[in-house]
């Protein structure tokens, strides 16, 4: 079945500093590709999307290629700051009939930025 | 444009007891879907609802189940409640095409067995 590899967590980075989360998966097809933020107390928000082989998906300074010789999308923003310190996953959605409105998380990765 | 509305946003049940939790969709939205959201578990399906038809299921026992209104507001219970069924319950809908396609998660609900 799919599944999602993240990073093992947490990630305690200094603001302004350069972030990575390591995102991997393995599906059949051809799955789209989220990333979603989750601060403390607070549901699910999506972070970026991308729907196909070499799309970028960006917001907020964060970006992620869909690569799929690799089967990777990997989150990065050149300079955080505290006010992104949340939980990150990376989910994955395939498409057909067993995967009707399903998302397959990753476990998800603790960020703390310090000032 | 209102968005992912869950209700009611806690709640402390007795193990045996039964549960009900309420999600209403973005307008325009068909497609519901329901996580359970645990620190051991993660994030996991539970089932989806489109046009108040169950068109897939995690694998959850019995206890748990759905059922989605004709105005797409979905209802999820859960009967005979155990210890671990303590988690954050997610609600996402989607428009499932066009450029604006994706999952949008409501607040949660956050049901404590005790």
């Known amino acids: 079945g799919d599944s999602v590899t993240q990073m093992e967590g947490p990630v305690t980075l200094s603001e302004e500093a350069f972030l990575t989360i390591n995102c991997t998966y393995t599906?059949?097809?051809?799955?789209?590709l989220f990333w979603y933020v989750q601060y403390p107390g607070e549901g699910l928000q999506l972070l970026l999307k991308a729907t196909k082989a070499d799309d970028k998906g960006s917001n907020k300074g964060f970006e992620a290629t869909y690569r799929k010789e690799t089967t990777s999308f990997h989150l990065e923003k050149g300079s955080v700051q505290v006010s992104d310190s949340a939980v990150y996953f990376c989910a994955l959605r395939n498409a057909g009939g067993t995967s009707y409105g399903k998302l397959t998380f990753g476990q998800g990765t603790i960020l703390t930025v310090h000032p | 444009k209102a968005g992912v509305t869950q209700t009611p946003r806690y709640l402390i049940k007795t193990r045996g007891q039964q549960v009900t939790l309420s999600c209403s969709p973005i307008?325009?939205?068909?497609?519901v879907s329901w996580y359970q959201q645990t620190p051991g578990q993660g994030l996991q399906f539970l089932f989806e609802?489109?046009?108040?038809?169950?068109?897939n299921k995690g694998n959850f026992p019995g206890r748990f189940s759905g059922r989605q209104f004709s105005n797409s507001r979905s209802e999820m219970n859960v009967s005979t409640l155990e210890l671990g069924d303590s988690a954050l319950y997610l609600c996402?809908?989607?428009?499932?095409?066009?450029?604006?396609?994706?999952?949008?998660f409501g607040s949660g609900t956050r049901l404590t067995v005790v």
């Open positions: 307008s325009g939205h068909r497609s």
């Open positions: 609802y489109f046009s108040e038809t169950q068109r």
């Open positions: 996402a809908s989607s428009s499932l095409q066009g450029p604006n396609y994706g999952y949008t």
């Open positions: 599906a059949t097809g051809y799955p789209s």
